[in-house]
């Protein structure tokens, strides 16, 4: 019989001989695992899931030096290859077939300013980023492209992640999602929503998984350039409670040719259309350094991380896509902070054809206008005070949408002690006062714009054609008709229907309809009260006249002749006292 303490000795011995059998169990089963795994994985290289294979499948249509250096991409295409190209910008708004045969690496022009080349900076000394993408049904050649460029372009030691947001695409593209895993290692984290969220609530549910000191949002068709991310984050190191933007360059739809964009202010007008700017005289003097940006374009941004969450992100009202950088912009300047425009960082933007209809949900456009609409009354009434008695006086569909619960929005300004929006205006806005007055002076001529030549038929701003006016047949009251057929000879000496102008392109001929810009130039026009006629141009030498073209209900210019019958116009109304001094202080040759 062994005494207490030898069977203690024993007992304890063979528990832990149990507990080393135990642990090779265990190290044998994992090495299994382990080996299983790497088998399986070499059977998916030799099976097509390898690198090569899965960059096959989204590179074999790339033709070498297409579209380098950002030049316009173009080739000897066939009818059938004319065709396809035509069908993808039907379907997506830009050339999708030609995406897919240009490098997701294609090189870029450092378009930078030459001051911007010589900056240099201590990367160990700024914060670290978390790039926050969303995006619904993107062209897949088109999401390569831009994260290659960040993978490209950006500093490894200031990129903490990428962060992938698929905000409820029609269907998840599981070969594409391993080809990125694969292609940008340990760097893009993927995160699908179930269903659509929106623009706002993908953008946040990204920004909440976020671990880098400093969130970018950046819109999934975009190229970065050589040195854009530096620029954007000095000022947040100076001032945490800074919101920077890049300088948005265009790459062009039809052929991706790389176009320089210029600095400028955003700001939005009284109809809420963002509108841009001329810098002020000394932000010109000293460029490139970073100026102030009243209102942000809103697609590509950065700001720090904690100083986003303590704004509230986005409002959580604000639903799909609109106003969403109107709201944040306006929340960060009148909350504490500012928003600066960085010259030396820039960033290509895909923007899609003019015409194509986009569609931000699989509902109709009366209910996305609805959604947008809400969306406007929001910012209006939590954020522009008195003035948003001007935004109704122009959009007074506004006043009849429900606008949601404001409580939320509404604490999160007076604990913020934000300040009111005549700050904003008296502070940043003092030049766009000038363009777009609180009282606005009266219109040299406004109505119906009927044809002598045809009195049936009057300028109808409905587009027969994309971008296109058109002569439709007069309503009853000439002077109130819709507001397809309303026009207007305003006090900035431009031809207006709602938010459109008439401009003129292509050796001063044809006539388009855009977005006014209160600049004169290609927007230019007059009335001849004595002719009747409707003049194109400021400068007397460049002058021509619009020309109603019956036959096929268009418009057209042409040569000014007082005896041309297509030329000769009649308003609804006319101000013939103002009409009287149009011409005043007008530079004219």
């Known amino acids: 019989v062994c005494d207490i303490t030898m069977c203690q000795k ?3 011995l063979l528990l832990l001989l149990l507990l080393v059998a135990c642990s090779i169990v265990y190290y044998l089963y994992t090495l299994r695992l382990e080996r299983e795994n790497l088998v399986t994985t070499a059977s998916q290289l030799k099976g097509g899931m390898g690198m090569d294979n899965l960059q096959a499948i989204f590179e074999s249509r790339v033709i070498p030096n297409l579209g380098a250096l950002g ?51 201590s990367p160990e000394k700024l914060p670290s980023v978390s ?16 994260l290659s460029s960040l993978w490209n372009r950006t500093p490894i030691l200031l990129l903490r992640e990428i962060i992938l947001v698929d905000d409820g695409s029609s269907a998840e593209n599981e070969t594409l999602n391993k080809f990125l895993q694969t292609k940008f290692p340990n760097m893009v984290k993927q995160h699908r929503l179930n269903s659509q969220e929106g623009l706002m609530r993908a953008r946040v549910s990204g920004a909440k998984l976020a671990k880098g000191d400093v969130l970018i949002f950046l819109d999934s ?10 620029p954007l984050l000095e000022p947040i190191l100076e001032n945490n409670r800074t919101c920077t933007t890049p300088i948005i360059d265009t790459i062009d739809y039809d052929n991706f040719a790389y176009r320089r964009g210029k600095p400028s202010r955003g700001f939005f007008d009284w109809e809420f259309n963002y509108v841009q700017l001329p810098l002020l005289k000394e932000e010109a003097l000293a460029m490139p350094a970073p100026h102030e940006n009243p209102i942000m374009n ?8 904690q100083w986003f969450f303590e704004l509230g992100g986005y409002d959580k009202g604000l639903k799909i896509w609109g106003a969403e950088q109107f709201e944040l912009s306006l929340k960060i300047w009148l909350c504490g902070g500012r928003i600066l425009e960085a010259p030396c960082s820039r960033v290509g933007h895909l923007y899609r054809d003019g015409k194509f209809q986009v569609h931000y949900t699989q509902k109709d456009k009366a209910y996305e206008k609805k959604v947008i609409s809400r969306n406007f009354r929001r910012v209006a009434e939590v954020w522009l005070d008195g003035y948003k008695d001007k935004i109704y006086a122009n959009m007074p569909h506004l006043t ?54 045809a009195p049936k038929l009057c300028l109808d701003r409905t587009e027969a054609q994309p971008g296109l006016p058109q002569l439709s047949p007069c309503g009853t009251d000439s002077m109130y008709p819709n507001s397809e057929l ?10 207006r229907s709602g938010p459109q102008c008439l401009e003129v392109r292509n050796n001063n001929v044809d006539v388009h309809i855009y977005q006014c810009h209160r600049q004169k130039g290609n927007q230019f026009w007059s009335f001849n009260a004595s002719t009747h006629q409707v003049t194109f141009g400021q400068m007397t030498n460049t002058r021509r006249c619009l020309e ?6 268009s418009v057209t210019t042409g040569e000014c002749d007082a005896k041309n019958q297509k030329q000769r116009w009649k308003f609804g109304y006319k101000n013939n006292q103002r009409l009287k001094h149009f011409w005043d202080n007008i530079k004219t040759h």
């Open 486 to 495: 309303k026009w207007t000879l305003s006090n900035y000496r431009d031809l």
């Open 10 to 12: 024993k007992k304890v």
């Open 221 to 230: 068709h975009v190229e970065v350039t050589q040195g854009w991310l530096e």
């Open 298 to 305: 809103g697609g590509i941004f950065a700001i720090d991380r």
């Open 400 to 453: 009849v949408i429900q606008s949601g619960n404001l409580a939320q929005q509404k604490e999160l300004k007076k604990r913020l002690q934000c300040k009111p929006y005549k700050w904003f205006l008296n502070t940043l806005g003092k030049d766009f006062l000038n363009l777009y007055p609180l009282i606005d002076p009266e219109d040299y001529a406004f109505g119906e714009l009927q044809s002598e030549l």
């Open 548 to 553: 109603a073209q019956p036959e096929t209900n």
């Open 131 to 146: 790039v926050v993408i969303t995006y619904h049904n993107e062209e897949a050649s088109v999401l390569l492209r831009t």
């Open 71 to 121: 030049r316009p991409a173009r080739g000897n295409w066939t009818e059938e290859e004319l065709e396809a190209i035509e069908s993808s910008k039907r379907e997506t708004g830009y050339n999708a077939w030609l995406s897919q045969r240009i490098s997701p690496e294609r090189s870029l022009y450092d378009m930078r300013h030459r001051s911007c080349k010589k900056l240099e900076y």
